[in-house]
């Protein structure tokens, strides 16, 4: 950390409480994670916190609990203090999937209107399966993100509840996806048609919702 200080770096300070683990419920996994947020900018003098509160069981940010925990600790920091930001995108479906996209959507709603900074990215596949990230689960949180902004918080959890149902019965039975080779131009670096058209699909059922690109 003196190094880095001494260098003048930009530093992000990352923890990751777990839901269901030695925190406990949501209430207490929201306090662990608001105190990791201070303890980033005391111990380690960051220039901004990377959060992502996951669940114990799936191994995911984007369910119903760790979305309520992530909401209110980013709140709270929000409110009362001036620190920056930003939170971990673990989907357990992998790209080119519908179900991929609509957890990414959750969190970025989730995250928008609780006054957080930096979205950071989307690590789908629960972020530990190689190759399987790509820049269309980025875009679908950066235009949900668009979308959110300056809606009101009980228009944005109504929209929440219905979305986390299309996809909250599939943790156990994600999709895999395909890799970034198999969904991705290499040559060009653009999306395959394929990709293209689960896109259009997850976003109209956001329309459906009530979000307005």
């Known amino acids: 950390m003196a190094h880095y200080q001494g260098n003048s770096d930009i530093i992000m300070d990352e923890q990751m409480p777990i839901f269901g683990g ?3 419920g949501i209430e207490e996994t929201a306090i662990v994670d608001i105190a990791t947020h201070i303890n980033a900018f005391v111990m380690s003098n960051a220039s901004w916190h990377l959060d992502g509160p996951v669940h114990i069981r799936w191994g995911s940010t984007n369910t119903r609990e760790t979305l309520m925990i992530a909401g209110w600790t980013c709140a709270t920091i929000s409110e009362f ?5 930003g939170n971990q995108y673990y989907p357990c479906a992998g790209p080119c999937t519908e179900m991929c996209l609509l957890e990414a959507s959750a969190q970025s709603m989730t995250d928008t209107s609780s006054g957080r900074e930096i979205l950071s990215g989307v690590a789908a596949a629960k972020g530990v399966v190689q190759d399987k990230t790509t820049g269309m689960e980025a875009r679908m949180m950066g235009e949900v ?13 109504r929209i929440l509840d219905s979305l986390v149902k299309l996809y909250e019965k599939d943790y156990a039975n994600a999709p895999e996806g395909k890799t970034f080779q198999e969904c991705y131009d290499v040559a060009t670096v653009t999306p395959t048609d394929e990709y293209v058209k689960v896109y259009e699909g997850a976003r109209r059922k956001l329309e459906e919702l009530g979000l307005v690109f």
């Open 22 to 24: 030695y925190a406990g």
């Open 81 to 85: 203090t001036n620190m920056i930001s």
């Open 145 to 157: 993100a668009r979308a959110t902004a300056g809606m009101e918080i009980e228009e944005v959890n």
